[in-house]
């Protein structure tokens, strides 16, 4: 696990689904980094991930993507 300092948003996959908390430190897999702008595009699918910071395992947030809707 890579470790995330900072303000943001930890989302976790569970069998009922993805469950978010606010949180201003924490663990996590996979992290993409970037204005709030660009966070709402690449989950849109209107930015690439290459077009913001991802640290950790990149598979893990490519496969939520694109098994994902929005």
Known sequence: ???TQ???WLITRT???PQWKRTV???ADVTVSGSVQQLLLVLYRRLSLDDV???G???LIAHWLAHSAL
């Open 1 to 3: 696990m890579s470790s």
């Open 6 to 8: 900072g303000d943001g």
């Open 15 to 17: 069998p009922d689904g």
């Open 25 to 27: 430190t924490g663990a």
């Open 53 to 55: 910071m991802v640290s």
């Open 57 to 59: 395992e990149r598979e």
